[in-house]
C-alpha cells in the first residue's frame, strides 16, 4: 500500500526519530557535505536548509493538496529557488539527494522513494522552464533596446536593429549599487549573480509599462515607458527594485524624451554620485528635488571658491563631522548632540568654533546656507569630476 506520493506506507515509520526541523537541517548538512554546488560557489545553509525541509515534508506526508503538499507542492517552492540563480539541474540533483538523505534518515527503504524521485524531477522541470520563469532571452532583447537609446541611437534605427518601436517618452530610472545583504554567507559573484536575477525578474513583472534596464554589480539604468497617469511609477519600482535586492538601492528619477535619454540618464547618475558622496544610501529621489546640490557642484571657479570655505577645518575632522550633522538634522543643537553623544554645551562650543575658523555664523540662515552649499562642493571637488558613459553603472569589484 502506498500514499499519493509514491514512497510505500509499509515502509514509512510511526514519526520515529527528530522532528521535522531538525531532520532539515540534518539533510541539509549531509548536501553540504556532498559538496552540491551552484556553479562558482556553494548554495547558502538556508536555501539548502529549505530545500531539505520540503524533502522531508514529502518523506513525512502524505499531505492534502491544498496545504502545499504532495510532489506537486514541489513546483512553487522550486520556481522560488530558480529565481535565487539555481538552474533546473542544480534543483533536481539537490532534490534527489534530499529525498534519498530524508530517506535514509527515516529508516524508509531507498528503493521505495525512487518514484517519488522521478516525480518530483518531472516538476521541477515543468516550473523551472524558461516559460515559468524570467526569459534571459527577453532580458537580453531588453537590454539591447536600452544600450541603444543610452547610446543616443535614432529611433527609427533602434526599431530596425530590435524590433522595438521607442516611446515618445521616458521614466529615467539612474540606479545605484546596492547595500550589503544581510543574513547570508554565499560567495561574493553567486550573491551579485542570484540578486540580478531578482531585479530582472522584477522588471520583468512591471506591468504598468515596458521596462528596458542595463544592470550591474555597481548600478545601471532603468528606462520606463511614459504615461501621462503613472506618476508615481518609477517611485514603485524603485522600491520594487531595493526589495528584489534584499538591500538599500538609491535611485535618482528624471523624466526625458526619448532623444534625451542618454543626457538625462548621464546627469542622472552625477546627482547619485553626489548624493553618495552626502551618505545618501537609498531611497528614490527626483532629481528635480535637488537641483540645488546638482548645480553647486557643476565645475568651475565659484565651486572651488564654496569649497575652500570649508579649508580651515580640514584639520579639524570633529568639528567637520559635526558641522554636516548639524546642517543635515535641522539645525537642532539637541538633536546633534543626541546623534554625536555630546553633551549640548560639547555642541555649542564645537559650532562656536566652527563659526570662529570659517568666518560663517551658525546662527545666521544665510551663513548657514553658505557653510551647507560649501559642504555639496567640498564633496564633489574631492570626488573629482569622472566622466558620464551614458548611463552606464559604475565599474566594481562585484561586477567584475
Known amino acids: 500500500m502506498s500514499d499519493r506520493n509514491g514512497v510505500a506506507l509499509a515502509d514509512r515509520p510511526a ?11 540534518l539533510v541539509a548538512g549531509r548536501l553540504a557535505d556532498e559538496g552540491a554546488r551552484v556553479r562558482a560557489g556553494r548554495p547558502d545553509r538556508s536555501l539548502l536548509e529549505a530545500i531539505a525541509l520540503a524533502c522531508v515534508t514529502l518523506i513525512d506526508g502524505p499531505r492534502d493538496d491544498d496545504t502545499g503538499g504532495g510532489a506537486a507542492g514541489f513546483g512553487a517552492h522550486a520556481a522560488a529557488w530558480a529565481r535565487e540563480g539555481l538552474d533546473v539541474g542544480t534543483l533536481i540533483r539537490l532534490a ?22 522521478g516525480e518530483v524531477s518531472a516538476v521541477i522541470a515543468e516550473n523551472c522552464s524558461p516559460s515559468a520563469g524570467p526569459d534571459t532571452g527577453a ?22 536593429l530590435c524590433g522595438v518601436v521607442p516611446a515618445a517618452r521616458y521614466w529615467v530610472l539612474a540606479v545605484g549599487p546596492p547595500g550589503a545583504e544581510t543574513g547570508t554567507g554565499l560567495d561574493r559573484r553567486v550573491r551579485e549573480r542570484r540578486r540580478l536575477a531578482r531585479m530582472e525578474a522584477e522588471l520583468a513583472a512591471v506591468d504598468e509599462a515596458p521596462a528596458f534596464a542595463v544592470l550591474a ?16 511609477l ?15 538601492i538609491a535611485c535618482v528619477i528624471a523624466a526625458a524624451t526619448v532623444a534625451a535619454v542618454a ?8 546627482l547619485l554620485a553626489i548624493l553618495r558622496e552626502q551618505g545618501v544610501s537609498g531611497g528614490t529621489h527626483r532629481f528635480e528635488d535637488h537641483l540645488l546640490d546638482y548645480q553647486i557642484c557643476r565645475p568651475g571657479p565659484a565651486r572651488d571658491r564654496l569649497a575652500a570655505v570649508l579649508a580651515p577645518l580640514a584639520d579639524h575632522p570633529e568639528l567637520l563631522g559635526t558641522l554636516r550633522c548639524h546642517l543635515t538634522g535641522e539645525m537642532s543643537r539637541r538633536r546633534t548632540a543626541r546623534v554625536l553623544q555630546l553633551h549640548i554645551n560639547s555642541v555649542d562650543y564645537r559650532l562656536r568654533r566652527i563659526s570662529a575658523l570659517t568666518g560663517y555664523d551658525l546662527t545666521d540662515s544665510r551663513d ?33
Open 368 to 400: 548657514a546656507w553658505y557653510l551647507r552649499a560649501a559642504l555639496v562642493a567640498a564633496g564633489r571637488a574631492t570626488a573629482g569630476d569622472p566622466v558620464c558613459c551614458a548611463g552606464r553603472p559604475a565599474r566594481s569589484e562585484d561586477s567584475r
Open 217 to 232: 554589480g555597481g548600478g545601471g539604468t532603468v528606462l520606463l515607458s511614459r504615461c501621462e497617469d503613472d506618476g508615481d
Open 234 to 248: 518609477p517611485e514603485r519600482v524603485g522600491r520594487r527594485l531595493a526589495d528584489a535586492a534584499g538591500a538599500p
Open 96 to 117: 534527489g539527494r534530499g529525498l534519498r538523505a530524508a530517506a535514509d534518515l527515516r529508516g524508509v527503504d531507498p528503493g521505495a522513494v525512487a518514484a517519488l524521485i
Open 263 to 270: 543626457e538625462t540618464a548621464c546627469r542622472g547618475h552625477e
Open 15 to 25: 514519526r520515529i526519530g527528530p522532528g521535522p526541523a531538525r531532520l532539515a537541517r
Open 139 to 160: 532580458a537580453a532583447a531588453r537590454a539591447a533596446v536600452a544600450r541603444h537609446l543610452l547610446a543616443g541611437t535614432p529611433p527609427a534605427r533602434v526599431a530596425a
